[in-house]
């Protein structure tokens, strides 16, 4: 049986995950800054495809793995098109998502990715990805005011029962769920005003896709599998190439 090793190598954690081909097992998450190795749980693999945005953990994990990864760029059989004046500058983790999303739900569509950065990806009614919107991260934002203030400080990030804060860790958490939704409702209300894009479906992804998503209407699904997803479709579309 076909055993193929999805990696999805982020600025925070890298994934690992094995598929079939045709459903995708136990995620097995790492901080990407205490990679050691490929972990134990993914036992044996027959091939990998690998994502990776950081390039010393790419590094690492070539040296690691015991077979040449498919490694993930614009120059593979994405199964999709790409309309971009620079391709290499398109993270591998946002084709990923590009071709997961086609594949899951239809489009136009808009993939909203809650990581370090919030990514916004687009792919044209052509199935063509022609680019998106970069932003700061939830986690990145409630950092930073620890790191730059005296007294502020770091929290764990939950939906405020109020939106008038009764201590300083609730007002900050008001600050930063409430007013990050804000973020993402006005780019995503000017990307449908983008010609083609109306009718787009949004799909969240991503750490914090669950906790943003659920007040935001336009957002009509959370799937925090979907950067493994596109990877396991870049992975049938290059082996029916190779067949």
């Given at each position: 049986?076909?055993?193929?090793?999805?990696?999805?190598?982020?600025?925070?954690?890298?994934?690992?995950?094995?598929?079939?081909?045709?459903?995708?097992?136990?995620?097995?998450?790492?901080?990407?800054?205490?990679?050691?190795?490929?972990?134990?749980?993914?036992?044996?693999?027959?091939?990998?495809v690998l994502a990776s945005v950081v390039p010393a953990a790419t590094?690492?994990?070539?040296?690691?793995?015991?077979?040449?990864?498919?490694?993930?760029?614009?120059?593979?059989?994405?199964?999709?098109?790409?309309?971009?004046?620079?391709?290499?500058?398109?993270?591998?983790?946002?084709?990923?998502?590009?071709?997961?999303?086609?594949?899951?739900?239809?489009?136009?569509?808009?993939?909203?990715?809650?990581?370090?950065?919030?990514?916004?990806?687009?792919?044209?009614?052509?199935?063509?990805?022609v680019g998106g919107v970069i932003a700061p991260g939830l986690a990145?934002?409630?950092?930073?005011?620890?790191?730059?203030?005296?007294?502020?400080?770091?929290?764990?990030?939950?939906?405020?029962?109020?939106?008038?804060?009764?201590?300083?860790?609730?007002?900050?958490?008001?600050?930063?769920?409430?007013?990050?939704?804000?973020?993402?409702?006005?780019?995503?209300?000017?990307?449908?005003?983008?010609?083609?894009?109306?009718?787009?479906?949004?799909?969240?992804?991503?750490?914090?896709?669950?906790?943003?998503?659920?007040?935001?209407?336009?957002?009509?699904?959370?799937?925090?599998?979907?950067?493994?997803?596109?990877?396991?479709?870049?992975?049938?579309?290059?082996?029916?190439?190779?067949?």
């Amino acid at each position: 049986m076909k055993r193929i090793l999805l990696i999805d190598a982020g600025n925070t954690n890298t994934d690992f995950a094995i598929t079939d081909g045709r459903r995708i097992g136990r995620i097995v998450s790492v901080p990407t800054a205490r990679l050691a190795g490929i972990p134990r749980a993914v036992g044996k693999y027959t091939a990998v495809v690998l994502a990776s945005v950081v390039p010393a953990a790419t590094r690492k994990l070539r040296c690691w793995l015991s077979m040449v990864p498919l490694e993930v760029s614009a120059d593979c059989n994405l199964g999709i098109g790409i309309r971009y004046p620079n391709q290499k500058q398109i993270g591998a983790d946002r084709l990923a998502n590009a071709v997961g999303v086609v594949n899951l739900y239809r489009e136009p569509a808009i993939v909203v990715d809650f990581g370090t950065a919030v990514t916004f990806d687009i792919v044209n009614s052509h199935r063509e990805y022609v680019g998106g919107v970069i932003a700061p991260g939830l986690a990145a934002m409630t950092d930073y005011l620890h790191e730059h203030t005296a007294l502020l400080p770091q929290i764990d990030l939950r939906e405020p029962k109020s939106v008038i804060g009764k201590s300083t860790v609730a007002a900050m958490e008001v600050g930063a769920v409430v007013g990050y939704r804000g973020l993402v409702k006005e780019i995503l209300a000017a990307l449908r005003r983008e010609s083609g894009l109306h009718r787009a479906v949004v799909v969240a992804t991503g750490g914090y896709g669950n906790l943003i998503a659920q007040k935001i209407p336009a957002i009509q699904y959370v799937n925090p599998q979907l950067t493994l997803e596109g990877l396991r479709f870049i992975y049938l579309h290059n082996s029916c190439e190779s067949n």
